[in-house]
């Protein structure tokens, strides 16, 4: 390891410690300060479902490409306490530089030493700890020292002058052993660097979908807190004052259901955010908006079950509870989105269908787009997007007026002259209860002839390379960066991937690219291979073979590549 | 009184004789004697015999899920503050199934009436004890009589320090009306739970069984009196009747909502907001 090394394309480094220790904020600061300097960065964390001890850590990506996945080396490790090494042995190897206190650490592995606990204690205590370690990373990159202090002094901006101060010397102070740690190693960076980043911006998963959540006109959200969804109910929280958004914490996820369709009927635009275990609590409501026709928008963001499962990990295991949750039959919309653009739009949209269709549809993501950082240029605002679908009822108004499409012009209470009538129990066209089975049989027509009209508005899957491919990897989801990345380390031009980021209806497109292929390969980040049951059942083909992981934590490059 | 705007030519699923039809005429007229706007007016009901009162007459409803008025009701209100809410059904819907949102509905504290047909027992499915079934009650599921302490959601109301909580017995018209009434005018949360004979599945609390184990608070009752009002609550030997207890203080759910701090309006008249979203895009580039 005491070998000369560049970084020329791609570097990862990952800080460990216990919750509570301060991994988030280096991570904070070192990504912005990157994006700052010019470097495309992507962070992603993984933590244990606990608010003090145990071993959290953080993986900071810097490339030359833009970057969105998970690998399982480590270039640069900082371990904050002795746990952090024995938690990531798995993924430390000769090529790690272990960067800490030789003396706290007590491992057998080398460590570059620096011991950062008595240098923060000079500064006037531990908490410099993080910003010591931060400004060494900056250093390591050589970035500007005025650049990372002007980022500090705005960080810190509603802090003391003092604390300001120590801030900006624990900065300066790891920033020179960082540049000393490169000297004697013979380390240099050389990776490229991208003026217009410093326009750009970093978003998880949960700021997207609430982003995405505001752009296509949400108004009310009713949710009760569950990992990894609670991200968007506190992003939308924080913008409730300013974009006039409802927001409550349900008593549970049948509250929160029921809510959102009481404000969708009275005219608001909800939204319901939760996980597994709190959906399985929605499925009665959600049937409830089957059967009422009434739009709502479910963001669905998984976790490894069954049950309470790993509270704070990731799995694509919920694509058939979405798929099949709630009695009766109804039509319904799947997306699941694998980048953070994809993650805003399709919420976006979500919200349009749901409102012109008056259907429920879903954003299905998970653990692993919900915590990492991507940088992405700004987002513009709709401005053609229609406000919503609502009309203004005449006298003799019938909420379930049978029409060619299935879709019945949108009556609420208080706008018009009309009563709007919706029930639970099959109805007729006016919203009254009946046991009519002509009645009845013409209602549930009327509902699922809105899936015809569905199929033109379906988001195509995309194809990332060659038309003239032999082998088609098949991925939904957050899987989208990684078999990306995977497949151009191969660089093998016969092989393609389809990316679905609509999974439900299942677009046309897919059985097409399917068919041209001689191998089909599905990864998917859960046990039994949902999307590959799912393709069969609509498509009747099997896939060639399934990359299946289940272990809770995302794919990395290197499995992927190595399963291919 | 005349309510023919209200009416409606239906087929009515209740028996004859049954203290609901007493309710749904009393609650008529209550409509038209406040001049409530009929189409400003919804009626939010679960699953249950009394749940289908919002299908006898002329009103916008939201006929929901077992349990489940009190969520959808609150949001109703919470995105249209224009709108007169009452979420209407039995105790089996609202004391058992809906619970859990009972309690919560009445710490958040919004603007709505919360009427509730309380005939202890289930009707729809046919005779089984409900929450606020007395012990002892002898049913074909509780072959040796119900073991389990009557609900009393009175007590838990005025707990949970209510804003109006109120007992009425559909066998006194003109009481029974006032406190509607009282209720539908309170500004906040306003439970009135009404009892109403089943003719049909209760034997034992007939219409001559309520006359004889209910008695009114007199107008001595202070009704800001909680403590008092909770010691009339758990009365047993005769059930009180009339209103027990105000909060004029609470303030309203929905008048707390950050979403109205600067608009007033229904969500479904307010306009998108580019300005904000540029002022955001600003701030997240900036970090």
Known sequence: ?564 | MAVSNLDLKCDVAWCPGCGNYGILTLLKEVITELALPREKLVMVSGIGQAAKIPQYFKTNYFNGLHGRALPPATAIKASNPELTVIAESGDGDMYGEGGNHFIHCIRRNPDIKNFVHNNMVYGLTKGQASPTSERGFVTPVQIGGVILEPFNPIAVAIALDASFVARAFVGHQKETKTILKEAIEHHGYALVDIFQPCVTFNKINTYQWFREHTYYLDEKHVVTDRAEAFRRAIETDKLPLGIFYKNPDKKIFEEQLLAYRHEKTPLFQRSRKPDQWAELMKNLVSV
């Open chain 1, 1 to 564: 390891m005491n070998q000369p090394e560049q970084f020329t394309d791609d570097l990862s480094i990952v800080i460990c410690g216990e919750a509570g220790q301060g991994v988030q904020t280096i991570q904070v600061v070192l990504i912005q300060v990157l994006r700052l300097a010019g470097y495309y960065a992507f962070a992603t964390p993984e933590f244990m479902s606990r608010i003090r001890g145990g071993s959290n850590s953080t993986e900071i990506r810097v490339s030359s490409q833009r970057i969105g996945s998970f690998v399982e080396k480590i270039d640069f490790l900082i371990p904050l306490d002795r746990k952090a090494i024995s938690h990531l042995d798995w993924r430390i190897s000769n090529h790690t530089f272990i960067i800490g206190d030789q003396g706290q650490l007590g491992t057998e592995k080398p460590v570059y030493d620096i011991q950062f606990q008595k240098i923060a204690k000079e500064i006037g205590g531990d908490i410099y700890f993080n910003i010591i370690a931060a400004g060494f990373i900056i250093g390591v990159f050589n970035i500007d020292q005025n650049l990372f202090t002007n980022f500090l002094k705005a960080f810190f901006k509603e802090k003391s002058a003092e604390i300001i101060e120590k801030n900006c010397s624990a900065g300066f102070r790891g920033w020179n052993l960082g540049r000393e740690f490169c000297a004697s190693r013979g380390i240099s960076i050389s990776i490229q660097q991208h003026e217009d980043m410093r326009n750009e911006f970093f978003l998880n998963g949960a700021e997207a979908v609430g982003l995405g959540a505001i752009a296509g006109g949400c108004n009310f959200i009713s949710a009760y807190p569950m990992s990894p969804s609670t991200g968007v109910l506190v992003f939308l929280a924080e913008q409730a004052e300013k974009f006039g958004i409802v927001v409550e914490q349900a008593e549970d996820e049948i509250s929160g259901m029921n809510m959102a369709l009481g404000s969708w009927y009275a005219g608001g635009r909800a939204l319901v955010s939760t996980s597994g275990g709190g959906f399985a609590l929605m499925t009665e409501g959600l049937s409830l908006a089957g059967c009422i026709e009434s739009p709502v928008v479910v963001h669905l963001a998984q976790r490894p079950g069954p049950a309470t499962g790993l509270p704070t990990r990731t799995e694509q295991g919920d694509l058939e509870l979405a798929l099949y949750a709630g009695h009766g039959e109804f039509p319904r919309v799947i997306y699941a989105p694998g980048t953070i653009q994809d993650a805003f739009f399709c919420t976006r949209k979500a919200f349009e269908i749901a409102d012109r269709y008056q259907i429920p549809v879903f954003i299905l993501t998970d653990q692993f787009l919900m915590d990492s950082y991507f940088s992405i240029p700004l987002l513009d605002f709709p401005k053609d997007q229609p406000l919503n679908h609502i009309v203004q009822t005449e006298e003799n108004y019938k909420r379930y007026q049978l029409t060619e499409n299935g879709i019945s012009p949108r009556g609420i209470p208080g706008f018009g002259r009309g009563i709007v009538c919706v029930d639970s129990d099959e109805h007729d066209e006016g919203g009254y209860i009946t046991e009519d089975f002509r009645v009845r049989k013409s209602m549930v027509d009327k509902r699922l002839r809105k899936e015809k009209f569905l199929a033109r508005e379906i988001l195509a899957p995309e194809l990332i390379g060659d038309e003239n491919f032999k082998k088609l990897v098949v991925g939904w989801g957050s899987t989208y960066s990684v078999i990306c990345e995977a497949l151009e380390r191969r660089g093998d031009a016969q092989v393609a991937f389809l990316y679905c980021k609509q999974i439900y209806p299942l677009p046309s497109e897919v059985e097409m690219y399917l068919k041209k292929a001689k191998e089909t390969i599905v990864v998917e980040n859960n046990a039994t291979g949902q999307f590959a049951k799912l393709i069969k059942r609509e498509t009747g083909i099997s896939v060639t073979r399934k990359i299946l992981k289940y272990d809770g934590f995302p794919f990395s490059v290197e499995k992927i590549e190595e399963a291919l």
